[in-house]
């Protein structure tokens, strides 16, 4: 409601002004304002309307916010670290990411990249509120064979971390 009465307003401020620069003072007391085929002719003195554009305009609440449309969230894809680790081993990869200014985290999403002869790779968000979000992935080396001598070989991998902003 506060776009009609403000617009409105606006409309019958321009009008008046309109009115008042461009019309003719008839002897009668009406003023004439002629534009091409258009011919206007009225009593009302052009700051009357002026003044009832005026008062719409204040009686508005705020001033209207512009019209949007919604804004598709952007993906953002952010790595960590890559981490070695050999047979029975653990490694660590982290990952942090901060929206920039204007922007909040819609939603933050941690996979693993990259994975490389592991038995266990498990992604997982450590910290996340509207600004920043932590990710990790926890790693395990695969296991020595039965004998408990030959190891398979090491592995490798990252954390990876899949990120939705939207203005705020």
Same mark, same amino acid.
Request: glycine share 10%; aromatic share 10%; hydrophobic share 40%.
């Given at each position: 409601?506060?776009?009609?009465?403000?617009?409105?307003?606006?409309?019958?401020?321009? =009008?008046?002004?309109?009115?008042?620069? =461009?019309?003719? %003072?008839?002897?009668? *007391?009406?003023?004439?304002?002629? =534009?091409?085929?258009?011919?206007? @002719?009225? %009593?009302?003195?052009?700051?009357?309307?002026?003044?009832?554009?005026?008062?719409?305009?204040?009686?508005?609440?705020?001033?209207?916010?512009?019209? $949007?449309?919604? @804004?598709?969230?952007?993906?953002?894809?952010?790595?960590?670290?890559?981490?070695?680790?050999?047979?029975? $081993?653990?490694?660590? $990869?982290?990952?942090?990411?901060?929206?920039?200014?204007?922007?909040?985290?819609?939603?933050?999403?941690?996979?693993?990249?990259?994975?490389?002869?592991?038995?266990?790779?498990?992604?997982?968000?450590?910290?996340?509120?509207?600004?920043?979000?932590?990710?990790?992935?926890?790693?395990? *080396?695969?296991?020595?064979?039965?004998?408990?001598?030959?190891?398979?070989?090491?592995?490798?991998?990252?954390? $990876?971390? @899949?990120?939705?902003?939207?203005?705020?």
């Amino acid at each position: 409601m506060e776009r009609i009465a403000f617009y409105g307003g606006a409309a019958l401020v321009m =009008f008046g002004l309109l009115f008042l620069v =461009f019309s003719r %003072r008839e002897p009668r *007391g009406e003023h004439r304002f002629e =534009f091409g085929p258009f011919k206007l @002719r009225s %009593r009302t003195p052009a700051f009357v309307v002026m003044a009832f554009g005026l008062v719409l305009m204040w009686i508005s609440p705020r001033f209207p916010v512009p019209m $949007s449309y919604a @804004r598709e969230p952007q993906v953002i894809t952010k790595d960590g670290g890559m981490v070695d680790y050999g047979c029975g $081993s653990h490694a660590v $990869s982290t990952v942090e990411y901060s929206a920039p200014a204007g922007f909040k985290i819609v939603s933050a999403q941690p996979d693993t990249k990259d994975v490389v002869s592991t038995k266990t790779a498990t992604p997982k968000i450590t910290s996340k509120d509207e600004r920043h979000v932590t990710a990790q992935a926890d790693f395990d *080396g695969k296991d020595k064979d039965t004998l408990g001598l030959n190891c398979p070989g090491g592995g490798h991998g990252r954390v $990876s971390l @899949r990120i939705e902003i939207q203005p705020e």
